[in-house]
């Protein structure tokens, strides 16, 4: 991410798969110190059934948050609700706050 220098403004980011799967996060929570972009395991490249080329892990997150066959990171300033957020999940999914669905229905 430092390389890519994010102007300020940049707050919320989208991941994008192959699939066409999009999920959001906020900036703070993709820059945490234990989130990874796979890519390989054991040496080998991440296999297709495990998400390869690259896969988002995101650990403080529920699992939705991760995006399988990562394809791109998107920055913007303003949130945009992902896949699973638009169909009424929650926008944070913080499993230590059991946020699962969203408030806003």
């Known amino acids: 991410m430092a390389l890519a220098a994010p102007l300020p403004t940049a707050q919320f980011v989208t991941l994008h798969g192959y699939d066409n799967y999009t999920t ?3 900036l703070e929570a993709l820059l945490d110190d234990d989130v990874l972009v796979a890519h390989s395991v054991l040496g080998k490249p991440l296999a297709r059934e495990h998400g390869g080329p690259a ?5 403080k997150r529920y699992a939705w948050k991760g995006a399988k066959w990562l394809k791109a ?3 913007h300033e303003f949130d945009r ?3 699973w957020e638009v169909r009424g999940y929650h926008i944070e999914a913080d499993p230590f706050l ?3 669905f969203s408030d806003d229905e």
């Open 24 to 26: 959001n996060l906020p």
């Open 55 to 59: 896969r988002m892990i995101v650990p």
């Open 73 to 75: 990171i998107e920055l």
């Open 81 to 83: 609700r992902g896949f």
């Open 98 to 100: 059991e946020q699962r």
